[in-house]
């Protein structure tokens, strides 16, 4: 079992910059996927990317490429979103979420946190 709780979020001018961070309470979080998504207003929930369990891969939606990233710090049980360049469209509730390595299926998922870029 692992919790997790997303904190960081708030409202940014467009072309600014947030980082989101998701901290997981347990001991076994080097062992789990940790993975972004989020849901705007009225659309399903999206995934963003993700990280595997050594922080050394990454994958990412195509609509935040090249402007976020993933990283992880295991001894903090904490993994990281760093986002550059917001457009009013990055515009949601983000959460965190974790997969066990391996397996298919986001078993984990944290509150979510809001994120609003202004235009």
């Known amino acids: 079992q692992v919790q997790l709780v997303e904190s960081g979020g708030g409202l940014v001018q467009a072309g600014g910059s947030l980082r989101l961070s998701c901290a997981a309470s347990?001991?076994?979080?080097?062992?789990?996927?940790m993975g972004w998504f989020r849901q705007a207003p009225g659309k399903e929930r999206e995934f963003v990317g993700d990280?595997?369990?050594?922080?050394?891969?990454?994958y990412y939606a195509d609509s935040v490429k090249g402007r976020f990233t993933i990283s992880r710090d295991n001894a903090k049980n904490t993994v990281y979103l760093q986002m550059n360049s917001l457009k009013a469209e990055d515009t949601a509730v983000y959460y965190c979420a974790a997969r066990v390595r391996d397996t298919e299926a986001w078993n984990y998922w944290g509150q979510g946190t809001q994120v609003t870029v202004s235009s």
């Open positions: 347990g001991r076994t979080f080097s062992t789990y996927v």
């Open positions: 990280i595997g369990w050594s922080g050394s891969n990454t």
